[in-house]
């Protein structure tokens, strides 16, 4: 017999319901330092503090706006306008979109760097702007403007 699911519980009364009040810290795992390096501290220009052992951190940038679980399906559609991810790219691992202050001159940038757009400077149909590419470490970043998290700034 199926066990019934159980009944939620308020989290105001329970204090061992998790809430998750912001986006502590994001990365990726590093295979290749030295192209790490150069797109994150040399290319976009993040000030970076070095530890032991090349672990790089900052926090000096402000924390993510947006957490979220992107089905492949739709990345795959926002980036080829196909469900399905093409099979000479690697499948990502995780996205991470950078607000830029202009994303028509970031992505030029990038170019000019020899990173290849798998989207360029396109306007999403929920208004966001966005250039897409692979890091070096296979995660489907992003160059952003995203006008509702820019509003009262």
Known sequence: MPKKPKAKKNPTEDTSVIKVLFIAGFGPIVRDAAASRKLYADDLDIPFKEETGGYLHTESLQGARSFALWPLSQAAQSCFGSASWPGDIPVPQAWL????????????????????????????????????????????AGLTFTPWMREGK
């Open 97 to 140: 979109e950078f607000e830029v202050d202009s994303v028509e001159r970031a992505t030029a940038a990038l170019e000019q760097r020899d990173y290849r757009m798998l989207v360029r400077n396109k306007k999403e149909p929920w208004g966001q702007t966005v250039s897409r590419f692979m890091s070096p470490e296979g995660l489907l």
